[in-house]
């Protein structure tokens, strides 16, 4: 079974600090996703991660996946309240004709105004 | 965005009963997924299905089952609801790179 450990569990800021939330593995994953979860809706993609060492930019967040894609990192720069959520992290394998994805448990954000 | 729907968004039902929720699609996608959210677990796939009779467990499995007659439906049926089972539930599908989920049915058991 492919486990991916998120870290921290929560964390709670003011608006303007630097955030990293982690995302470890010992398994290798043939892409790494990232999705915001508001309450009472369901995850949404942010981005998706496929090449070791693949940095992508989406406005103040940057995510980075490892070299060994076996782990992931989210950095969001000068958080702002409309960050508040539950981060979640996903890696893919894929094998023949399924695809199935393994969630961390998430970073639940507060940026407090 | 991708049409999907799940119903009912929320449910109580008694212990011992049967409950069957819905997941819609409108994107002809072969694979559907079923989760479950509960604090400090994060999402369990319970169930997935990839095509239309076509269907496979996850890593939470015992005590659901699932069903797929039409593409566009993927129904999960509690045979014997537990309170062990209540949680929130979330049906997905896959997109060009990642998942898109539904806005989840809040089932809690009583």
Partial sequence: TQLLEQ????LSIQEGENLTVYCNSSSVFSSL????????EGPVLLVTVVTGGEVKKLKRLTFQFGDARKDSSLHITAAQPGDTGLYLCAGASSGGSNYKLTFGKGTLLTVNP | DAGITQSPRHKVTE???PVTLRCHQTENHRYMY?????PGHGLRLIHYSYGVKDTDKGEVSDGYSVSRSKTEDFLLTLESATSSQTSVYFCAIPGISGYTFGSGTRLTVV
């Fill in chain 2, 34 to 38: 079923w989760y479950r959210q509960d």
């Fill in chain 2, 15 to 17: 212990t011992g009963t």
């Fill in chain 1, 33 to 40: 996703q990232w999705y915001r979860q508001e309450p009472g």
């Fill in chain 1, 7 to 10: 870290s921290p569990q929560f």
